[in-house]
């Protein structure tokens, strides 16, 4: 694959690692800079001489972007390989940002194959990103050792991120930031995964999740600033316990969340239509989300003010050039 040159808001505590790995990739952060000979072709909707660019939309920032970020999900409720993820980005690489392998579904996957998908990826300008496999990693004896051998095997394998989850664990604060910072010392970005609900992961059931009892919103945003002091991007929400697999969404937590933090430095988990439209009419098309690969074309139309649902339709706007 050809080289990507890093984003330019890399948090400056950061090094710039760009250690050999199988993917002969540099580090990368949450979103990857366009090289000229890689650049996607017009869409319809942005070609306004021969396409469809004469109708309002909502054009996004140019990647890499801060704000409208659309990670997707990689093979986990559905098997697919490097031939259905090309069609995928093919038609929709425009609109994705990054390919997460959701918990460890990677460690499936033949070597060859993951890849072929890690490089594919890149090539559509997309980063790639671990799932919370860490809670797997870190259950191990001899951890220290476990946790640098799982690390260096990401690194080669062509990972830029690696999400950092803890939804089953109880895992001190201050072993988290040692942890953020052994992934950036791999030259690799840490994408910490918070939520208020003890036992989120895995499809656990609503009855199952309100039994375990939750969190205070406030042991979010208290980890969240020191993570993001830590030189950490971007934060990753857990969907479970908020808007997944509870008898009613917990919106007031996603209010003091982006109450305490920055929008650009939150990325929430909307696994379902019904979600996602909700923090697109709450908080506009910027809103970065996390979905699954086949509800991305659903999103986009969304996020463009171009369909919607009979709250959004003709009501997402935006005010730019």
């Not at 001899?142 to 260096?152: F, G, I, Q, R």
Request: hydrophobic letters at 40%; proline letters at 5%.
């Amino acid at each position: 694959m050809s080289s990507v040159r890093f984003i330019a808001n890399l948090p400056t505590r950061l090094p710039r690692l760009g250690g050999l790995s199988t993917a002969s990739s540099p580090m990368r952060g949450l979103a990857t800079a366009k090289m000229p000979s890689e650049a996607s072709p017009q869409t319809l909707l942005q070609d306004k001489k021969h396409g469809f660019g004469f109708l309002r939309s909502n054009p996004l920032p140019a990647k890499p972007r801060k704000l409208g970020v659309t990670e997707i999900r990689g093979p986990y409720y559905s098997a697919y390989g490097k031939r259905h993820l090309q069609d995928v980005l093919e038609t929709m690489s425009y609109h994705v940002d990054g390919l997460k392998f959701a918990g460890g579904s990677f460690s499936l996957l033949p070597e060859r194959a993951l890849v072929e998908m890690i490089e594919l990826a890149h090539k559509h300008d997309v980063y790639v990103s671990t799932g919370g496999f860490i809670e797997h990693v870190l259950t191990h004896a001899d951890v220290l050792n476990v946790v640098d051998k799982y690390l260096k095997k990401c690194k080669d394998l062509g990972f830029d991120v690696v999400e950092l989850s803890s939804g089953f664990l109880s895992f001190p604060p201050d072993d988290w930031l040692r942890l953020i910072e052994k992934v950036h010392s791999n030259g690799l970005i840490a994408k910490p995964e918070l939520g208020i609900q003890f036992g989120a992961g895995g499809d656990t059931s609503a009855a199952e999740l309100e039994a375990a009892g939750q969190s205070d919103p406030f042991k979010v945003v208290s980890l969240g600033k020191k993570f993001l002091d830590a030189g950490v991007e971007r934060l990753m929400i857990e969907s479970e316990g908020i808007t997944e697999n509870v008898k009613s969404w917990r919106t007031d937590v996603i209010q003091e969340i982006l109450k305490d933090l920055p929008m650009e430095r939150v990325m929430f988990e909307a696994a379902d239509p019904k979600v996602f439209n909700w923090y697109i009419r709450e908080f506009g098309a910027d809103v970065n989300l996390f979905v699954d690969h086949s509800q991305i074309v659903q999103l986009s139309c969304l996020r463009s003010g171009i369909w919607g649902m009979a709250d959004t339709f003709g009501k997402v706007v935006s005010y730019r050039q």
